[in-house]
Structure formats: C-alpha cells, structure tokens
C-alpha cells in the first residue's frame, strides 16, 4: 500500500506511520504501562475535544481515561450538541475549536475521507481518528498490535488470521497496514457476503478452519449490522456455526494461538462466551493497553508528532 505521509500531529490512519513511528508510539505506551504515575497530569492546562457523532463505549471511555490521566481538561461534545445542526460546516466546527484554545480534537465520525480532508486544510489543531465509517481505526490496530508486540515480542513474521465482517470494518483496515508494516502474515476470513476484493488485494483470503490452523492470533470482527444495507447473515445461530469462535475451533490454532476482539463482543455469535475470558483471551488486556496507547498519542499529537 502506498503511505500518505502527514507530518504533524494528526493521526488519521495507521498508513501515515511508518514501522519506526509506531514502534515509537509502542516504547512510550510501555514507558506509560510501567510508571504511570509519572506521566499523571503531564499535560494540565490542555484541552482536548472529544467529538463523537457515532455511538462508542469503550473507545470513548478509553479516550477519556487517557486524557484524564494526562491531566487535560476534557470538552464532549456529539451531534445533537455540535452547532452542527445549525449548518455550521465541520472545518468551521474544528477552527472555534482551535480558536477557543483546544490542543486536540478526537474525532469519530460517520462519513469516510474527512478526516484527512480537515487534516489538509490546517484547522489549526490536532485531528485523531477515533473511527471513522468504513476506512479505518488507528489507535484500535495500534493497541491490537501493541497487545501482540507484548505477548510475542516481535511482530515479523507472526501469522494474524483476521476473521469476519471483512467489508465493513474499519478495524480489519487499519489492522491489516500496520501488520504488513511489521511484516507479519495476516490472513482473511469470513461469510461470503462479507468478503471485501480491497483488502484481499495485500492479503490472502482461506476458509477459516484453515486459517485457524496456522494463526499465532486470531482476531474475530465484529458484524457490523448498523452498516448493513441489506440481510448478510440468516441468523446468529448460523453464524455462529459457520463463522464464530468455539472451543472446538480453538483446538485448531497452535497451542500458543492467542484470542483478540475489539468489541463490543457478541457472545455467542462473532465467539463463544466462554472464550471471552478464556487464558488464551487477550480482549481485557487489549481494553488496558487502549489506554496507554491512546496516552502515547494524545502526547504526539500536543508535541505536534514529536515525541
């Protein structure tokens, strides 16, 4: 894949970062996850908006806990609160921001490409994507593979089966270039109505008991129903039988294949509830490492991508 190279702040995909960028985010989240009671009220004074125009909980929260930590004072703001439904245009929305002194604005949105559109135009303060339609996800991919990078220790060369709702996930995209990016070997699965050609052009597509087989970690997509626009799956039952994670498909992967998700979890649908917590289960851990990961970034984006 071609990088789009952004030097500033802004963090809108994970194609914007190179190996070393990233492998600098996952030092400071270490540094962070270490001594966090260093780094506690670093940045008081500062001012961070969150703008949610798309329903979340745990990126939210995890955005929240990190600014908080940070000792940055938190704005929320959603679309019912947004002058937005004034007619305001967005980049107006982002310049009284930058105006009134906010240092960074943490975004999720609906729409695709706008995010990298404000970029271009200089609000005149930091942009993070925290999900944005169907294109992509970047502190979910970072923290996913600063998950992994802990477990395993190295990225290159590690087998990512990524299975599911390939077409609309924005998590598989992000995910997919930061593993090429390490050179790791993911590999796709999932229903036939949910398989998307753009990613299956940088990875190869396998039935999922195969790529199960050969999978140092597998990470089970959510079904993204609210993006639907016609019926994908008979029912979940069926899904679960065809595509979800039970304890016999664990069996499959290696005894040392690890279990990753990035919620919200559909027990007994995307993977069995027993499996959720399972010791083979990294869904708590990736949770925990969101935030110090999202701490890193919120750092890089006020030092204006220095860190």
Do not use: C
């Not at 299956?200 to 993006?227: N, S």
């Not at 799956?233 to 994670?245: A, D, N």
Request: hydrophobic residues 40%; proline residues 5%; aromatic residues 6%.
């Amino acid at each position: 894949m071609v990088q789009t190279r952004i030097r500033t702040g802004h963090l809108i995909d994970t194609d914007q970062l190179s190996r070393k960028e990233m492998e600098a985010l996952f030092e400071r989240a270490n540094a962070i996850r270490r001594f966090p009671d260093s780094h506690r009220g670093r940045y008081g004074g500062r001012f961070a908006a969150n703008l949610f125009f798309e329903p979340s909980t745990r990126t939210r929260l995890s955005f929240e806990v990190a600014e908080r930590k940070l000792g940055m004072e938190v704005l929320r703001l959603d679309e019912g609160s947004s002058s937005s439904v004034k007619g305001e245009s967005f980049y107006d929305t982002l310049r009284t921001l930058s105006s009134v002194g906010v240092d960074v604005a943490v975004i999720r949105h609906t729409g695709g490409g706008l995010l990298a559109e404000m970029a271009a135009r200089s609000p005149g303060i930091a942009l993070v994507n925290a999900g944005e339609g169907k294109g992509g996800h970047p502190t979910q991919a970072l923290l996913d593979l600063f998950t992994l990078h802990s477990h395993f220790g190295a990225l290159s060369g590690l087998r990512v089966a990524i299975v599911g709702d390939l077409r609309h996930s924005r998590v598989a995209r992000s995910n997919l270039r930061a593993l090429q990016a390490f050179g790791a070997r993911p590999v796709l699965s999932g229903p036939e109505s949910m398989r998307d050609p753009a990613l299956e052009k940088d990875a190869p597509y396998l039935p999922m008991d195969e790529a199960l087989r050969q999978a140092d970690a597998v990470m089970m997509l959510r079904i993204q129903l609210e993006r639907h626009r016609e019926k994908l799956i008979t029912s979940p039952e069926e899904y679960r039988r065809k595509f979800g994670l039970t304890p016999e498909r664990l069996e499959m992967m290696p005894s040392h294949g690890v279990i990753l998700h990035p919620g919200p979890v559909n027990r007994g649908v995307e993977i069995d509830g027993e499996l959720v917590e399972h010791p083979r289960s990294k869904i708590f851990e990736q949770m925990e490492n969101g935030v110090w990961i999202r701490m890193a970034v919120l750092e890089r984006a006020v030092e204006g991508g220095m860190m």
